[in-house]
């Protein structure tokens, strides 16, 4: 049954419309990256305060988040399949954002780990139902350029919180940039759920939203018949762990590396983003809508091809003597490293029925996030402590050449996935 708020045949063919509701899921998940990546430039002042390794940093910035985020997306996920998903993304941006305030309270690594626990959980409520409203307010054939738009949250949030997290703390301090921007997002909430309005579940797809909320042993069964489901799955969480690394490190590197203030590396590694991040993304989902009308294969092919391209550019930045140079090269990778999110999340969503998406995008979020963030910034923090012996405060710049080979992975797992991809279409 609908709910009374549920948008009507004719509004949801609204085209203003549509593009209010995927501006205000923008925000949202502009929100969302904020307060999920605010702590990579905060890391320096953060660790000189609490006195923390680098190991400790990638803890607190990786697995404390991706812990709950990723084992709790999947319940509420599929209570997002049977329920109003914009009431969930209310609740839970409400949720997060005040326990990103709470991080600015914070007195040692465990509280803070704790807060930045909280984070997660409310963060597990934010995607996947978005993921499943985009697919219900645009076509098949539009999809994948709506969610890369979608997606454009990542970019923007992310140099957003480096950005504005690196000003207050330059002129307040680390714990008040918690504090301003997790109220921000408290005050936002309210205006989202005012404005967007629940539509008709599957109302694009020929065969709709049939049937009751499938259980989710269920979804398991579809996805596991589904081998392109898991290669682009694995293969994305390959390429999180890079991605993710290098936005929790990225500042920090600048910093150790080319001295920068921090100030200064967040208004570097936030034009770097910003600019790489959305025409990397922009990119991708224009191609995937060209390219894979016909040929769904290249809703893989076309990311496998953009990883391979960062390894030379991230190459020629971090071995790079020269500041200027190394923001020109940056931008390049920051730009490929991000178009799979088109391709792949418009495949998540059609290999499955619309009474699936949710759920079987919180699968896909399990596996990505668990592994992209749960490890991606530990591991080049703990790789980084390793190095520190030979390199010094250059240790880092080696730790991000290592972790290319993550890149290398990915591009395997997704051209894998092309294969099968055309025949698990839905």
Known sequence: MQNN??????????????????????LV??????????????????????????????????????????????PIAMFADRSNRTVIMTVALVFWSAMTAVCGLAQNFWQLFLARLG????????????????????????????????????????????LFGGL????????????VVGLAGIVFAPIFKAVVREPVRGRFDAQGA???PAAFGEVMRVLLSKRSFWGLSFGASASSMMGYGMFFWLPSFFVRSYQLTLLEASLYYGAILLVGGIAGIWLGGYLADRLGANKRRMYAIIPAIAFLA???????AVLSGSLALSF??????????????????????HVVPPQMRATASAIFLF????????LGTVALGALSDALSVRFGADSLRYAILAGTVFYLVAASLFLLSAKRLERDWA
């Not at 596996?367 to 749960?374: A, P, Q, R």
Request: proline share 5%; charged share 10%; no cysteine.
């Open 5 to 26: 708020n549920d948008v009507t045949q004719a509004g949801a063919e609204s085209p203003r419309y549509r593009m209010l509701v995927l501006a205000m899921l923008v």
């Open 29 to 74: 998940y502009t929100f969302n990256f904020i307060d999920r990546q605010i702590v990579g430039i905060l890391a320096v002042p953060i660790k000189a305060d609490l006195g923390l390794s680098d190991t400790q940093l990638g803890l607190m910035g990786g697995l404390a988040f991706a812990l709950f985020y990723t084992l709790l997306g999947i």
């Open 119 to 162: 984070v997660g959980v409310g963060e597990a409520g934010g995607v996947a139902p978005a993921y499943s409203l985009v697919a219900d307010y645009f076509p098949p054939h539009q999809r994948a350029r709506a969610l890369g738009v979608y997606s454009f949250g990542v970019p923007i949030g992310s140099s957003l919180g480096i």
């Open 168 to 179: 207050i703390a330059s002129l307040i301090d680390w714990r008040m940039a918690f504090i």
């Open 210 to 212: 049939t049937g009751k």
């Open 310 to 316: 960062t390894i030379p550019f991230y190459v020629g």
């Open 328 to 349: 020109a090269l940056f931008l390049v990778p920051t730009a490929l490293g991000l178009v799979w999110l088109g391709p792949v999340l418009s495949s998540i969503q």
């Open 367 to 374: 596996v990505n996030n668990l592994i992209g963030i749960g």
